[in-house]
Each structure stands twice: as C-alpha cells, then as structure tokens.
C-alpha cells in the first residue's frame, strides 16, 4: 500500500473508532438503570409518598431478626454504607449528633452495610465509633438491591407507617438532616 493510501486508511479508522469515557459509561448505566427499573416496576414503588418495600435482616450485634414493622410507630432512618466509606462516616456522625439532640429515641435509625467482605465485628466496630447503642445494624445486599441502592451513602426516610418520605444519595450533611426529619417527629 502506498504512504498516502495508509494515511488515508488511518483517519478513515479513526473518525469511525467509538470513544468510551467515563461519563459516556455512566450515563449508559443510568439509562440501562431506568429501563429495566420501569419494565420491573421498582422505580414506581421506590418513591415519595408510596409504601417502602419489605424487607428482613438479622441485626449484627443482637441476632434479632428485623424487618420493615420493626419500626412502625416511629420515623425510620436508613443509611447504606460499608465501613470504609469516609463521607458516611461523617454523615453517620452528623445523624447521631441529631439523635442525640432530640433526645436519643425520636426515631429509628437502621444502618445497612453492603460490602459483602465485610464482618458483623467490622460493623459493631463501626457503631460504636460513628453510631449510637440503639441504632441497628445489619449486612444487607439483597435489601440494597430490592431499594435500588447504587450508590454508597444512599439513605432512605420513612414515617412511622413505612411511607416513603425522602430518598437521597449525597453525603449527609447536618444541617439536611432537622429539615427532612422534624416534620415527622412533630407528627407522632
């Protein structure tokens, strides 16, 4: 082949090569997400104002089993973490600090780990650093799947009836914290 016929040959293969970045992955992800979260339905019932999905897990450092009735009564705070995960952490802390200013049993607080590497001495570990002695926590990869948790430092609030009323994946900051809780705590 000829110099010019190989140069001719390279853009050609060039401008026809199909480039993946990081941000093209991620919003693929996201709409293959969306697709199959609309063909099973889950998105609808993963929303505010709807009932929160089922679910059932045996707390780390009781053995008791606990499930979504558990917490009927009071507002449920649910926190998916690992216990590596730094602005969880934090979050963790900022959560504790409001408990602890509300008086320490004004709603439930379940932390669910999903790191299936992770151990229930690892989870105790983190409680007592990060957490409160009445907080539950258990290990919780199926639940993480069913709430369609894709994100680290995904939390979920439900009232005392396990209604849906807030979803976020941020990092959690105190001061989001009085805004989203305090209307259900003033309900009760």
């Not at 009927?72 to 690992?82: E, Q």
Request: glycine share 6%.
């Amino acid at each position: 082949m000829r110099r010019e016929e190989k140069k001719k040959s390279r853009v050609i293969q060039h401008q026809s090569a199909v480039y993946i970045t990081p941000f093209s992955v991620i919003i693929t992800a996201a709409v293959v997400s969306t697709v199959l979260l609309q063909q099973t339905g889950i998105a609808e019932a993963l929303q505010n104002g709807v009932a929160a999905p089922d679910f059932k897990l045996l707390d780390a450092q009781t053995g008791n089993t606990v499930t979504k009735q558990t917490f009927n009564g009071k507002p449920l705070f649910i926190f998916f973490t690992t216990t590596w995960c730094t602005p969880c952490q934090i979050g963790a802390e900022n959560l504790a600090k409001y408990d602890d200013e509300t008086g320490g049993s004004a709603f439930n607080v379940l932390i669910v780990f999903v790191d299936d590497k992770e151990t229930e001495k690892q989870f105790i570990d983190w409680k007592n650093k990060y957490g409160q002695s009445d907080w539950y926590i258990a290990k919780g990869i199926d639940m993480a799947q069913t709430y369609n948790v894709q994100f680290l430092d995904t939390k979920y609030v439900f009232d005392g009836n396990g209604v849906i009323k807030w979803i976020d994946i941020k990092p959690l900051e105190y001061s989001n914290i009085k805004p989203v809780l305090e209307p259900l705590l003033l309900t009760q």
